[in-house]
């Protein structure tokens, strides 16, 4: 056996990747006025919507809009300094200040709840865009920033601008980087010992069952893994970021909030230490469900509609779902599955023993019984 660390030390030193704009699922609508840039957003929303997709739309060329009626309340007090948010029912957010940073900070934080956001604008904002000719243009403006596509109009203008942005979209959820946490914090209590340090058997190296998880995920995501929990790791893991608990919270809940805080833009893998019969096919699996609209896949292994949360796929957008579950008391990650953006497929039949979980010493010697058998 491989010699082990002695103490679980917090990983802090690796910082989480700056995902630029162009890799977010932000893209620009604009044109000069007379360009019908309202009117083709509008035309496209009902196909957008009817794919499950959310959609936000941003005004960043509108001067000194009307949000709310002089002399009301809110009114008075964005008059007097505040920064407004309107909540119940309709909803208006009404900021002071303005520039780039306020706009690519405001739209990050649109990303993170919203499949797609469309920014109507103009040749001034810092997007890629879709730019929109107008009646009397015959090509694009100079120092438009980045234009992916140019349309003119006509009839055709608005199905094929929604053809373009629906490839346009899929192609960016693509560009979405995948990491693994895999949970070794749990106390074993059942078990006797820590289950992630158990030897994988039947193999022609002896590993663990957190080497074996390790060595399987390599080849579909790289070195993108980090361990949630404390306890000891084989050396030849000993380079993987070790994720610090989540003080406010327990279980499997501190492990996928450790991951999405310190890598808040990418998809998450969540796995439990203790399925030693992990196989590519049910990652592959997983994975393959990736698309826009799709904001995790929580599987079932039965119809009777109990969920798998522990071997999952959840992407950045459920962030803010696990921080409202943190917030609410609970501890049963299994009810972001709940959530409508959230997919729960049956597991195939063939796929199905990966998420075999052992917890107890008469359950592991049963499992390698059989495998013997």
Same mark, same amino acid.
């Given at each position: 056996m491989e010699t082990m660390n002695q103490k679980s030390t917090p990983y802090r030193d690796r910082q989480g990747p700056v995902l630029p704009a162009q890799t977010l699922p932000i893209l620009g609508i604009c044109g000069y +006025?007379?360009?019908g840039r309202t009117s083709l957003i509008e035309?496209?929303?009902?196909?957008?919507t009817a794919r499950g997709l959310r959609v936000a $739309? $941003?005004?960043d060329d509108c001067r000194n809009p009307v949000l709310d $009626?002089?002399?009301?309340? +809110?009114?008075r007090l964005y008059r007097a300094g505040a920064d407004i948010a309107v909540l119940g029912g309709e909803q208006f957010l009404r900021l002071h200040g303005e520039g780039e940073a306020d706009l690519e900070f405001q739209l990050r934080g649109l990303a993170r709840g919203y499949d797609l956001v469309l920014v109507e604008g103009d040749g001034q904002t810092p997007l890629p865009k879709i730019w929109l000719l107008a009646e009397n243009e015959t090509e694009t403006p100079a120092e438009t920033g980045p234009v992916l596509a140019v349309f003119g109009r006509g009839e055709g203008r608005a199905p094929q601008a929604c053809d373009f942005l629906l490839h346009w979209l899929q192609e960016s959820w693509r560009q979405t980087p995948v990491w693994a946490c895999i949970l070794i914090g749990g106390r074993s209590s059942r078990m006797g010992r820590p289950k992630h340090l158990i030897e994988k058997q039947n193999v022609r190296e002896k590993n663990t069952w957190l080497e074996h998880t390790v060595g399987l995920l390599q080849p579909l995501i790289g070195d993108n893994i980090a361990l949630s929990?404390?306890?000891?790791v084989p050396e030849s893991l000993h380079h993987l970021p070790r994720l610090p608990d989540i003080p406010e919270a327990r279980g499997p809940l501190t492990g996928i909030l450790a991951a999405m805080r310190w890598q808040p833009w990418v998809s998450w893998l969540l796995i439990a230490c203790d399925m030693?019969?992990?196989g590519t096919g049910a990652v592959d699996w997983l994975l393959s469900h990736r698309r826009p609209g799709c904001w995790g896949t929580v599987p079932r292994l039965h119809e009777d509609g109990h969920v798998e949360p522990l071997l999952a796929h959840y992407d950045y957008r459920c962030g803010a779902l696990f921080e409202r579950l943190l917030v609410s008391g609970s501890l049963r990650i299994g009810q972001v599955a709940r959530q409508g953006k959230i997919e729960s497929p049956l597991i195939p039949l063939a796929l199905r023993p990966s998420?075999?979980?052992?917890n107890t010493p008469e359950e592991l010697a049963e499992s390698r019984q059989g495998s013997r058998g």
């Amino acid at each position: 056996m491989e010699t082990m660390n002695q103490k679980s030390t917090p990983y802090r030193d690796r910082q989480g990747p700056v995902l630029p704009a162009q890799t977010l699922p932000i893209l620009g609508i604009c044109g000069y +006025s007379g360009a019908g840039r309202t009117s083709l957003i509008e035309a496209m929303l009902p196909e957008l919507t009817a794919r499950g997709l959310r959609v936000a $739309v $941003v005004r960043d060329d509108c001067r000194n809009p009307v949000l709310d $009626v002089p002399g009301r309340d +809110s009114d008075r007090l964005y008059r007097a300094g505040a920064d407004i948010a309107v909540l119940g029912g309709e909803q208006f957010l009404r900021l002071h200040g303005e520039g780039e940073a306020d706009l690519e900070f405001q739209l990050r934080g649109l990303a993170r709840g919203y499949d797609l956001v469309l920014v109507e604008g103009d040749g001034q904002t810092p997007l890629p865009k879709i730019w929109l000719l107008a009646e009397n243009e015959t090509e694009t403006p100079a120092e438009t920033g980045p234009v992916l596509a140019v349309f003119g109009r006509g009839e055709g203008r608005a199905p094929q601008a929604c053809d373009f942005l629906l490839h346009w979209l899929q192609e960016s959820w693509r560009q979405t980087p995948v990491w693994a946490c895999i949970l070794i914090g749990g106390r074993s209590s059942r078990m006797g010992r820590p289950k992630h340090l158990i030897e994988k058997q039947n193999v022609r190296e002896k590993n663990t069952w957190l080497e074996h998880t390790v060595g399987l995920l390599q080849p579909l995501i790289g070195d993108n893994i980090a361990l949630s929990g404390a306890g000891l790791v084989p050396e030849s893991l000993h380079h993987l970021p070790r994720l610090p608990d989540i003080p406010e919270a327990r279980g499997p809940l501190t492990g996928i909030l450790a991951a999405m805080r310190w890598q808040p833009w990418v998809s998450w893998l969540l796995i439990a230490c203790d399925m030693p019969d992990i196989g590519t096919g049910a990652v592959d699996w997983l994975l393959s469900h990736r698309r826009p609209g799709c904001w995790g896949t929580v599987p079932r292994l039965h119809e009777d509609g109990h969920v798998e949360p522990l071997l999952a796929h959840y992407d950045y957008r459920c962030g803010a779902l696990f921080e409202r579950l943190l917030v609410s008391g609970s501890l049963r990650i299994g009810q972001v599955a709940r959530q409508g953006k959230i997919e729960s497929p049956l597991i195939p039949l063939a796929l199905r023993p990966s998420w075999h979980n052992i917890n107890t010493p008469e359950e592991l010697a049963e499992s390698r019984q059989g495998s013997r058998g």
